[in-house]
C-alpha cells in the first residue's frame, strides 16, 4: 500500500489496522486518546489474581491464530480445554449444556416435546423473511424451548443484549445464510464442512496468554513503534480534495486514508459535518451497561466442584446476573492457590439499571445467586469491579440499514474507513478479521 494512512483508536480494530497498513509497506500513524493500547481488553493483576476487565476468553480463529503468530506470540498462548463443560441456570439450578446426542436425550434443560422439535429442525421450511429477530429465528426453526432456555441465555452472555432485540441475519449470518442456501441449519452445516475437506483444520480452543488476553494489544501497539501515539485525542475530521485533514489536541495531521476504529457513539459526531446519514447510522447502535465483577472464595465455600467454563441464566425474576465465568477453572494462575474466582456480569439490555448500583449492592446481588445456584456459600472478596457506561454494541433489528449506510459513506468519500466490533462481529476474532479488511483498501 502507497501513502498515508491515519487510524483514529487504539483498541484492537485500530491497532490489528495499523498493523497491516505497516506489514504492507505504508505510513501510518495510530492516534490514541488515552495513555494505553487495547481499549475494553485489559488485564489487571491484584495480590496474586490475574484480571480481565474486558473479554475473558477469545475464540480462536485462522486470523487470530495468524496475527499471533506474526507478533511471536505462540509461546505465551494458553488454551482451555475444549471437554470443559458449560452450564444454563434454569429452573433455580445449574444444567450443563447438551454437547452430544447422549446428553440432549437425558437432559432436563429440554421436555421430551422440546428435544422432539430440535430434531426435526432438517424437515422444517425456509420461513422468516425481512429483518427477523434471532428469538423468532431459532423459535421457528428450533422450537420455542431451544429458543427461550439456550438461545436466549447465550445471547446474554455474548451481546449482553436480547434476543428478540437482535438481527439474525447480523448476529448470527452464517446461521441465516444456511437457512437460506440449503433449507436448514443441519443441511448448511454439512455442506459447509464438505466444502471445506482439504482445508487445514479449523483451529480449536478457547484461548488466552500467559499473563493475560492485554499481551496481544501492547505487543501490536510495540509492533507499532513510534507509530503508536498515545494521548492524541481527535477533535475533528475533515474531507479536503481527496486527502483528510485530521485537528488533535497538538496539532493538525493530514493523510491521504483515514480508518476511523473508535467506538461507534465516539465516530458519529467525528463524521456528522459532512456525512450526517453515516453520523446517524453510528449513533442508532445501542450499547447498554454493563458491571463485571471479580468475586473470590476460599476453595473450602465451593459447594460442588468448580470444573467448567462458567454458567449463563435463562432470564428469570429470581436472578439479576446475567452468568459468570468459572476464571480459576479455566487457566492456571488466575487465583491464589487457596482461592477461587469467578467473573459475574450484570446489566445489559436485561437489566440497564444494575451497573448504577453501589458496590456493596452488586456484590450482594451476585453472592445470592450464586448460592442459590448452588455454586458457593458465604460472603465473596470484591477484588476488582468495572462498570462500562456503554459496552457491547447490539446488532438489533435494522443493523443491516445501519452497516448499509457506513458502506454507502465509504463509497462517497473515498480514503475513509469505517471499523469496529459494531461491524463484521464482537468477538475478538471477528474484530480481528475485519480490522484487517479494512486495512486493505
Known amino acids: 500500500m502507497n501513502g498515508s494512512t491515519l487510524v483514529v483508536g487504539g483498541g484492537l480494530a485500530g491497532l490489528t489496522a495499523a498493523f497491516r497498513v505497516a506489514r504492507g509497506g505504508g505510513d501510518v500513524a495510530l492516534l490514541e486518546s488515552s495513555r494505553r493500547a487495547g481499549g475494553v481488553i485489559r488485564t489487571e493483576e491484584r495480590n496474586g489474581y490475574l484480571l480481565e476487565a474486558g473479554p475473558n476468553t477469545v475464540r480462536l480463529t485462522a486470523p487470530l491464530r495468524a496475527l499471533i503468530d506474526e507478533l511471536g506470540l505462540s509461546g505465551e498462548v494458553l488454551l482451555a480445554d475444549v471437554r470443559l463443560p458449560r452450564y444454563v441456570d434454569f429452573g433455580g439450578r445449574l444444567h450443563a449444556v447438551p454437547m452430544s446426542p447422549g446428553s440432549l436425550a437425558r437432559t432436563r434443560l429440554l421436555s421430551a416435546a422440546g428435544k422432539l422439535r430440535l430434531l426435526s429442525e432438517p424437515f422444517r421450511p425456509r420461513g422468516g423473511g425481512g429483518d427477523e429477530s434471532v428469538r423468532e429465528f431459532f423459535a421457528r426453526r428450533l422450537g420455542p424451548e431451544v429458543a427461550d432456555r439456550l438461545v436466549e441465555p447465550f445471547v ?12 439474525v441475519s447480523a448476529a448470527f449470518p452464517a446461521l441465516a445464510r444456511f437457512e437460506r442456501d440449503h433449507g436448514s441449519l443441519l443441511a448448511g452445516a454439512i455442506a459447509e464442512r464438505r466444502a471445506g475437506r482439504g482445508a487445514p483444520a479449523a483451529p480449536r480452543g478457547l484461548l488466552s496468554f500467559r499473563r493475560g488476553l492485554e499481551t496481544l494489544p501492547r505487543a501490536l501497539a510495540r509492533s507499532l513503534g513510534g507509530a503508536f501515539r498515545p494521548e492524541t485525542g481527535v477533535r475533528a475530521l475533515t474531507p479536503e480534495g481527496g486527502r483528510w485533514g485530521v485537528e488533535t489536541g497538538s496539532g493538525r495531521l493530514e493523510a491521504e486514508r483515514v480508518i476511523l476504529a473508535v467506538p461507534a457513539w465516539a465516530a458519529a459526531p467525528l463524521v456528522a459535518p ?40 435463562v432470564p428469570d425474576a429470581a436472578r439479576r446476573i446475567l452468568g459468570a465465568v468459572w476464571s480459576s477453572s479455566l487457566f492456571p494462575g488466575r487465583a491464589p492457590g487457596d482461592r477461587v474466582l469467578l467473573t459475574v456480569f450484570l446489566g445489559g439490555t436485561r437489566d440497564p439499571g444494575a451497573p448504577e448500583l453501589a458496590d456493596a449492592a452488586l456484590v450482594s446481588l451476585a453472592a445470592r445467586d450464586l448460592e442459590a445456584e448452588g455454586l458457593v456459600a458465604g460472603e465473596p472478596l470484591l477484588v476488582l469491579l468495572t462498570r462500562f457506561e456503554r459496552a457491547i454494541p447490539q446488532y438489533e433489528l435494522g443493523h443491516g440499514d445501519r452497516l448499509r449506510a457506513l458502506a454507502e459513506a465509504e463509497a462517497r468519500w473515498p480514503g475513509l474507513r469505517f471499523a469496529g466490533n459494531y461491524r463484521g462481529g464482537v468477538s475478538v476474532g471477528d474484530v480481528v478479521e475485519a480490522a484487517g479488511a479494512a486495512a486493505t483498501y
Do not use: Q
Open 274 to 313: 459532512f456525512d450526517p446519514e453515516a453520523a446517524a447510522a453510528l449513533a442508532a447502535i445501542p450499547h447498554p451497561p454493563l458491571a463485571v465483577l471479580h468475586l473470590s472464595w476460599p476453595e473450602a465455600a465451593l459447594r460442588r466442584p468448580l470444573r467448567g467454563f462458567g454458567h449463563l441464566v
Open 156 to 167: 446474554g452472555g455474548v451481546f449482553a443484549g436480547s434476543a428478540a432485540r437482535l438481527s
